[in-house]
């Protein structure tokens, strides 16, 4: 069983910035590969970046060249650097890890933390 952690999330005023930290422990198998999630509308989650073990990421079109996801090499530590935060970025972030059948419903879901975004 795969335990995941996130912390860093906060209240903060539009063009702030928040960086957000998961840690995965415990039986770790699969690829490795980490991502983060948000809540939408509706009960879903969309991903808003992932990253392999070996440390190449990436990151969804509605954050990209405002989020920045990096990895500690060789741990399962990742971070998610979030800048020019804009209040439709507010919501519930999870962490996910990959057991090997890809990111998402399939894999070891965090506990979250909130992001609220508001002037």
């Known amino acids: 069983q795969v335990h995941v952690v996130e912390s860093g999330g906060g209240s903060v005023q539009p063009g702030e910035s928040l960086r957000l930290s998961c840690t995965a422990s415990?039986?770790?198998?699969?690829?490795?590969?980490m991502g983060w999630f948000r809540q939408i509308s509706g009960g879903g989650r969309e991903m808003v970046a992932a990253?392999?073990?070996?440390?190449?990421?990436t990151v969804g079109d509605s954050v990209m060249g405002r989020f920045a996801i990096s990895r500690d090499d060789g741990k399962d530590v990742i971070y998610l650097q979030m800048n020019n935060l804009k209040p439709e970025d507010t919501g519930i972030y999870y962490c996910?890890?990959?057991?090997?059948?890809?990111?998402?419903?399939?894999?070891?879901w965090g506990q979250g933390t909130q992001v609220t975004v508001s002037s």
């Open positions: 996910n890890y990959d057991h090997g059948y890809g990111l998402g419903p399939s894999g070891s």
């Open positions: 415990g039986r770790m198998t699969g690829s490795g590969a």
């Open positions: 990253i392999t073990r070996g440390g190449d990421g």
